[in-house]
């Protein structure tokens, strides 16, 4: 691998900025600054907006667009763990934006259905409602996420410290 890579002077991620002097290491170090901040800002932007965190528009998004969904469902499309959804659920539920209903034979199953206040917030919120971050991501190429992963999975095993996995299923603006 070269000792230096070659920026893009075309692109305004790297305008500007002399990227190029650096050591790969920290061009890379200012990529990562870079993403984070863009999440950051984002979640800000929605809080500031809705008043809800970012997981939270996420998860009414979610139902407002899948009316009846259940929460075993909510955890699937969000990728998180299905306890995570459910303490989602519950707050927006307490906040009158989420409503319940049970059904099936045992009635142990729920529905999920957005209330008239929960549409109002969504059409003032800032998308793409679950994250800036995924939504890049989903705009990528398959070849280009292998690589990602591949190499991200090498850096995780780099860190150095005690590498848990648990934060792998926490929607990025609860972290």
Avoid at 58 to 64: D, G, K, P
Avoid at 65 to 84: F, K
Avoid at 101 to 120: I, K, Q, Y
Wanted: aromatic share 4%; charged share 20%; hydrophobic share 40%.
């Amino acid at each position: 691998m070269s000792s230096q890579l070659t920026p893009d002077p075309t692109d305004p991620v790297e305008q500007g900025d002399a990227i190029a002097d650096l050591q790969p290491s920290r061009q890379v170090l200012r990529q990562f600054r870079i993403i984070f901040n863009a999440v950051k800002t984002h979640f800000r932007r929605i809080e500031h907006e809705s008043g809800l965190g970012g997981a939270q528009v996420w998860a009414l998004s979610v139902v407002a667009e899948s009316p009846g969904i259940g929460v075993g469902r909510l955890a699937e499309v969000m990728d998180i763990r299905q306890p995570t959804a459910s303490n989602l659920v519950r707050g927006l539920v307490g906040k009158g934006l989420l409503r319940s209903e049970r059904c099936g034979a045992d009635r142990r199953a729920v529905s999920l259905f957005a209330t008239d206040e929960a549409r109002s917030i969504l059409t003032k919120v800032p998308g793409p409602w679950s994250g800036v971050l995924p939504h890049a991501l989903d705009t990528l190429d398959e070849a280009t996420l292998l690589r990602m992963h591949a190499d991200l999975g090498g850096l995780i095993r780099c860190l150095g410290e005690p590498v848990t996995t648990d934060a792998a299923n926490i929607p990025l603006a609860q972290l």
